[in-house]
């Protein structure tokens, strides 16, 4: 029985912001000055970020867990998202409002450290994602090929098996674990260049925030570089959901 789409847009907002909430919260415990987790390092962040999106997928079952607008947007390519394009803009809507509520809720719970911090850009890297080295087409090709391996992977994750033929069910029957650890190896593999958004609502709707709440120091929210990781996530879901159609032998 499928939930209302009441239900599911809760489910996502729900989802997006336990994802935000443990994802930008790692973020924080490893770069914040004042943190006890600080020097943390990156493998630290990739794992925090893995075990933000198994907790996130977890809680967003209701809706078949999408969490990130290029997966919605993905599937939709891929044929996979069936209740139509009305529903799959309300699910971004709420990944965005869930993202904004998540990265509130790091806020509150860094709030001493966020006053004590000095570093504006430490201060912006617990919200948003920013290159290594700025260079807009280049960044926005790695947010391509990063958000391209993620939809891809999970649609392949996806496929239901086929019992008369004794091919096994694919790596959803796992539950969130499989989606973890693809985020966890993205993040390893290619997250060194931008950051790996590989979501357009993490990456907007945490700097959103950032650009309204109170902190001191803070400094630019820096919008002329928050196009890469919205547009570059969304083209990568879009090519692997229409490629996803060739190349993966999903068993329907």
Do not use: C
Request: hydrophobic share 55%; aromatic share 10%; no cysteine.
């Amino acid at each position: 029985m499928t939930a209302s789409v009441g239900v599911q847009f809760l489910s996502e907002l729900v989802g997006t912001a336990m994802l935000l909430l443990l994802g930008g919260g790692v973020v924080a415990t490893a770069i914040l000055t004042k943190s006890k987790g600080l020097g943390g390092g990156w493998l630290l962040i990739n794992f925090g970020w893995g075990l933000a999106v198994f907790a996130g997928v977890t809680v967003s079952y209701a809706s078949g867990a999408n969490i990130n607008p290029a997966v919605t947007v993905g599937l939709l390519a891929a044929g996979k998202f069936t209740q139509g394009f009305g529903v799959a803009l309300l699910y971004i809507l709420a990944q965005l409002i869930g993202a904004m509520i998540g990265a509130l809720l790091v806020w509150l719970a860094f709030k001493k450290h966020f006053d004590e911090e000095v570093d504006p850009g430490t201060i912006l890297g617990v919200f948003s994602t920013g290159p290594a080295i700025r260079s807009y087409f280049w960044n926005f090709v790695t947010e391509v090929i990063g958000t391209f391996v993620l939809v891809f992977v999970v649609i392949g994750f996806g496929h239901a098996g086929d019992p008369a033929t004794k091919t096994p069910a694919g790596l959803a029957a796992l539950g969130a674990l499989p989606v973890a650890l693809l985020v966890v190896g993205i993040g390893a593999s290619l997250g060194g260049p931008t950051g790996y958004a590989i979501n357009p609502a993490r990456d907007l709707g945490p700097r959103i925030m950032h650009a309204v709440l109170p902190i001191p120091s803070k400094g630019t929210s820096d919008w002329s570089y928050a196009w890469v990781p919205i547009a570059g996530p969304l083209v990568g879901g879009l090519l692997a959901g229409w490629l996803s159609l060739v190349l993966l032998p999903v068993l329907q």
